[in-house]
């Protein structure tokens, strides 16, 4: 079972996600924050597998958090959404440790392959 947190400032995105998510059988969803800052706290309590964060929020955005997040908890994967995908996004967020970039339109096959692929390139020696 794939543990996954979803960080979005919009509650029906969060919402959204969870419905989308919860239909799969082999993913389960461990929390979920509306903020940078929550998070990071909600990952540090819930130590997910795969977090689903949102790039621009107010307050910290999606790199910085997933920054803190993959230094905090390494063995756990980020995928960045993005409802304004750019350049220079994309390669913050991989160079911040992001696993994934998927913009927020992507058809729903998409985000489900991009969290599994993350969960698949998690550390070696990671303990399931």
Same mark, same amino acid.
């Given at each position: 079972?794939?543990?996954?947190?979803?960080?979005?400032?919009?509650?029906? =995105?969060?919402?959204?996600?969870?419905?989308? +998510?919860?239909? !799969? /059988?082999? %993913?389960?969803?461990?929390?979920? $924050?509306?903020?940078?800052?929550?998070?990071?706290?909600?990952?540090?309590?819930?130590?997910?597998?795969?977090?689903?964060?949102?790039?621009?929020?107010?307050?910290?955005?999606?790199?910085?958090?997933?920054?803190?997040?993959?230094?905090? =908890?390494?063995?756990?994967?980020?995928?960045? +959404?993005?409802? !304004? /995908?750019? %350049?220079?996004?994309?390669?913050? $967020?991989?160079?911040?440790?992001?696993?994934?970039?998927?913009?927020?339109?992507?058809?729903?096959?998409?985000?489900?392959?991009?969290?599994?692929?993350?969960?698949?390139?998690?550390?070696?020696?990671?303990?399931?």
């Amino acid at each position: 079972m794939v543990r996954v947190l979803i960080v979005d400032d919009v509650l029906i =995105l969060r919402i959204g996600l969870a419905s989308l +998510l919860s239909l !799969e /059988p082999d %993913l389960e969803i461990c929390g979920s $924050a509306g903020s940078g800052e929550q998070g990071i706290e909600v990952a540090r309590e819930t130590c997910p597998d795969v977090v689903l964060m949102d790039i621009r929020m107010p307050g910290m955005d999606g790199v910085e958090a997933t920054r803190q997040i993959r230094h905090d =908890l390494p063995a756990t994967q980020v995928v960045v +959404l993005t409802g !304004e /995908p750019s %350049l220079q996004g994309r390669q913050a $967020a991989l160079e911040a440790g992001a696993a994934a970039y998927v913009v927020k339109d992507a058809a729903p096959a998409t985000v489900l392959e991009a969290v599994r692929s993350a969960w698949s390139a998690r550390p070696p020696g990671y303990a399931v």
